[in-house]
């Protein structure tokens, strides 16, 4: 359960800075025009393919003792990163990036634009405008963005095991808590932990897919 | 609030549009719009809508200069592009653009952030009312329809008490009496404020409801400009002519001039059709464009006399169709004329297709082109 508990504390976490930074990159991703846009959306896009052990291995190196973020970490707070929760949000955060942001762009770039010209000439500036009709309107997208980064979190193996590796009550999330399970054979107790992560999965998909039909329908009927 | 009242828009715009298919279209106008309604009137594609954003602020011009009396919103050559936001420029988009997840009056009052809670209130109320909606107050967009949602589109760029006001096409789609129902209030709001509009249409009917003036756009520059008469009955221009509904347009060779009389002989497009025109700055044996409306053809079915009218050809009816409560003729005359005559007239003369008729031609209904 100690495991459960972290798990839900580090996804809870991630999902919030994921929303955070998700944001204004996702806006400045969909509104740009700068040609070598492409460059930073290659960027936000590759923990999707790259293998977590690979971004992991990275981010360990990153905030080891002798790694630029470890240093600076030891610097300010006097203790490394590595293998602790908060390396591990960061970890996180890095790998469930695309999951907030992609979300979030779509729905941004699905704002009808007559509207933003509508607003501007109504005197609104960008900021106003953003709180008042993109963000509004982008709703879904916006709870997609927490539900996916926070699922995918939940999730996470790979990423977690190099850079956090394994430590009761501050790394072993629940994945890792099942993998230890299976490898000393206690099958009832992974099953356990595997079902609850099943069924949490499912929920999340079905609040995701629940809220774009519901909210869209009504408001794309002219 | 600073700039005077009643102040004079005037846009002086290039703007280039590259589009996916290569043909890039150059925007390049000079316009003046003064108090009241003027109507920017060209086939779609003849660069209204690029003009409107420009003015508006939405799009920025590669070069020109923009002004409100003597407030510079757009100038090149001092680089000064003064954002949408401060333009106090209102634009009525073609698709009205409500925000879908705000109220009416939400929408209403958008524009009046600036103001105290208790002032918005009473402008809003002001507003809807004075445009009829008032009990639309809590409504989201999508609950409304069509004729309504265009008066809160209005009122919501109204209240802001704009000094120029951008309609682009704001009434497509409604019939004649909500259209001219919303036209009046408009222009009952407009007496008491007193700016200039710019109306952007392709309707014929529009132009005739509304307009004081006129400017015609063509390809992305102004073809021509003055009171409605001037521009649609007599127009220059051969798409103009098309598109302000002269149905019956010709090639033709001018023959020879009558200049004691004011007219000329022209042939009509390969054929023996030879009629009177007003006299042009065409040499003889040049090519010149003919445009005559089907309303203004009369029908015969006997060879007439005694008229004034110089133009009177010979022909045999090749079609009759009904257009809502007119009927359409096809007249063979060598060319086939459009004639409109109404279905009371064709009951009493007995028309059917084949019969043999004279038309009637005043040589004042035949414009010339280019």
């Known amino acids: 359960m100690e495991a459960l508990w972290l798990s839900m504390k580090l996804a809870s976490c991630v999902a919030a800075i994921l929303l955070l930074i998700g944001m204004p990159v996702a806006y400045w991703l969909a509104y740009s025009r700068w040609r070598g846009k492409f460059l930073l959306e290659s960027l936000v896009a590759l923990p999707l393919v790259l293998p977590p052990t690979v971004l992991g291995f990275y981010a360990l190196v990153a905030m080891g003792p002798r790694g630029p973020l470890g240093k600076l970490w030891i610097a300010l707070f006097g203790h490394g990163l590595a293998f602790t929760f908060t390396g591990l949000i960061l970890a996180s955060v890095l790998y469930s990036f695309p999951f907030a942001v992609q979300p979030l762009i779509v729905s941004f770039e699905g704002v009808d634009r007559k509207l933003l010209d509508a607003s501007a000439v109504l005197g609104a500036g960008s900021w106003r405008t953003f709180w008042r009709v993109i963000l509004p309107l982008s709703l879904p997208g916006v709870i997609t963005a927490a539900v996916l980064s926070f699922a995918h979190t939940l999730g996470e193996f790979g990423v977690v095991l190099m850079v956090g590796g394994d430590l009761a009550g501050v790394t072993r999330t629940v994945s890792i808590d099942i993998y230890d399970h299976v490898q000393s054979l206690q099958y009832a107790e992974a099953n356990g932990m595997a079902l609850v992560l099943l069924a949490i999965s499912f929920c999340v998909l079905s609040i995701v897919y629940a809220v774009n039909r519901r909210v869209w329908t009504p408001w794309a009927a002219k | ?370």
């Open chain 2, 1 to 370: 609030m600073g700039g005077e009242v009643n102040a004079v828009l005037t846009a002086r715009i290039r703007k280039e549009r590259r589009n996916e298919a290569a043909s890039s279209f150059v925007l390049e106008v000079s316009i003046e719009v003064s108090m009241g309604i003027t109507i920017l009137f060209g086939a779609s594609g003849a660069g209204k809508s690029t003009l409107l954003d420009c003015v508006a602020g939405v799009t920025r011009p590669d070069g020109g200069r923009i002004a409100v009396g003597s407030d510079v919103l757009f100038d090149s050559s001092l680089g000064i592009h003064v954002p949408a936001p401060k333009r106090r420029i209102a634009y009525v988009f073609q698709t009205l653009a409500l925000f879908p997840h705000l109220t009416a009056e939400e929408n209403v009052a958008y524009g009046l952030n600036h103001l105290g809670e208790e002032q918005r209130r009473e402008r809003v109320e002001a507003i809807l009312k004075a445009f009829h909606v008032e009990k639309l107050r809590k409504q989201k967009p999508g609950e409304i329809s069509g004729g309504e949602k265009q008066r809160i589109a209005l009122a919501r760029s109204l209240v802001t008490e704009p000094r120029v006001l951008l309609l682009d096409e704001p009434l497509t789609g409604l019939d004649a009496e909500r259209k001219a129902a919303i036209v009046d209030d408009l222009r009952a709001w407009n007496t008491a404020n007193g700016i200039p509009i710019l109306y952007v249409t392709h309707s014929r009917e529009e132009v005739d409801a509304l307009g004081e003036r006129v400017i015609a756009l063509e390809n992305g520059g102004v073809v021509s400009a003055g009171s409605p008469m001037d521009v649609l009955n007599a127009p220059r221009r051969k798409k103009l002519a098309q598109a302000a509904g002269f149905e019956n347009l010709f090639g033709a060779i001018v023959l020879d001039h009558r200049e004691a009389d004011g007219v000329m002989r022209v042939k009509l497009q390969d054929s023996a059709c030879e009629i009177e025109v007003p006299l042009g700055y065409a040499a003889a044996g040049s090519r010149v464009n003919i445009a005559v409306r089907a309303g203004d053809i009369l029908l015969a079915t006997e060879p007439p006399r005694g008229l004034s009218a110089r133009n009177v050809m010979e022909g045999r009816i090749r079609s009759l169709e009904q257009r809502g409560t007119m009927m359409m003729a096809s007249v063979d005359c060598g060319v086939t004329f459009v004639v409109h005559v109404t279905p009371g007239a064709v009951r009493a003369l007995e028309l059917t297709t084949g019969r043999r008729v004279w038309l009637v031609l005043k040589t004042h209904s035949c414009h010339l082109v280019d």
